[in-house]
């Protein structure tokens, strides 16, 4: 187990942070396309897999189902309280494991398929991680790196100028939380490069559009609202807007304005998931 407090990623993960909630809100969101994405790397009955990255277990519950009942899923994660959320929803023939991914107490060459979605791009060496993943496939065995757009690069159907401020406020806040730039958060969309560059064979990409208009599921309402809305912009890019922008960019996102975005009849969202997967 590993009980370090220092930061261990690019954003700040560490095994004590929890964001749990939010990757709850994700991932109930995002089902129709993450399980796409799974039966698109067609796993088969009695395969091993790893879920490397699997916040609270949801995806890593899924894809248990393809492999059962002679497979087995094993689920690792940096952070304490992820873990714990996972066990709460792990199925039978489970395994989960905390620990940093880079010193993962799993045996060499054992995984048939190793999924990571919005994880290796946190690390402050993107390459090192896929090289431990890359250490623990089998021969003939895939890697499936996902990751879904980061905030500047969702879209949403409101005036073009105020969602072009709202980005750059989103960068400026990231340089000053997290001492990265535009250039290294632009990295989240290299993972064909960084597959390639680890010698991994017969490369293949696919791109999901998660898109969703007016009527909304619960499920899209919360992670919008809760999320992106309250947790993502909110009080926190206050000091990167001007007054007029800010106070406009609120009344779009409170439930009880008449101008809440969710109640538009134009209401039009678009985020991507990419998911890049290579053979050892």
């Not at 402050?124 to 993943?133: C, F, H, K, T, Y």
């Amino acid at each position: 187990m590993n009980n370090s407090v220092a930061p261990s990623g690019l954003l700040g993960d560490t095994a004590a942070r929890d964001y749990s909630g939010k990757l709850k809100l994700f991932n109930a969101f995002a089902k129709p396309e993450l399980c796409q994405s799974i039966a698109y790397l067609e796993p088969k009955p009695g395969m091993r897999v790893l879920d490397a990255g699997c916040g609270t277990g949801e995806v890593l519950d899924w894809l248990s189902a393809t492999v059962q009942p002679e497979g087995m899923a094993i689920g690792i994660d940096l952070a304490a309280a992820h873990v714990a959320a996972a066990r709460a929803v792990a199925s039978r023939g489970t395994l989960l494991v905390q620990a940093d991914l880079l010193m993962a107490p799993l045996a060499h060459a054992s995984f048939d398929l190793i999924w990571s979605a919005n994880v290796i791009n946190h690390l402050r060496v993107p390459s090192v991680g896929v090289e431990a993943l890359i250490s623990l496939l089998r021969p003939g065995g895939s890697i499936a790196l996902g990751q879904s757009s980061l905030l500047p690069d969702m879209y949403f159907a409101w005036d073009a100028r105020l969602e072009r401020v709202l980005n750059e406020a989103i960068r400026q806040y990231y340089r000053d939380r997290y001492q990265v730039n535009e250039r290294e958060l632009t990295a989240a969309r290299a993972n064909v490069g960084l597959l390639r560059r680890s010698g991994l064979r017969n490369l293949r990409a696919r791109t999901i559009m998660i898109e969703r208009m007016t009527p909304l599921r619960d499920e899209d309402k919360s992670y919008l609202v809760d999320v992106i809305f309250r947790h993502a912009w909110g009080p926190r890019l206050q000091p990167y807007m001007s007054s007029d922008d800010y106070d406009e960019l609120s009344r779009l996102c409170d439930p009880l304005h008449p101008d809440f975005a969710l109640n538009r009849p134009d209401f039009h969202f678009l985020q991507t998931f990419t998911l890049v997967v290579g053979e050892r």
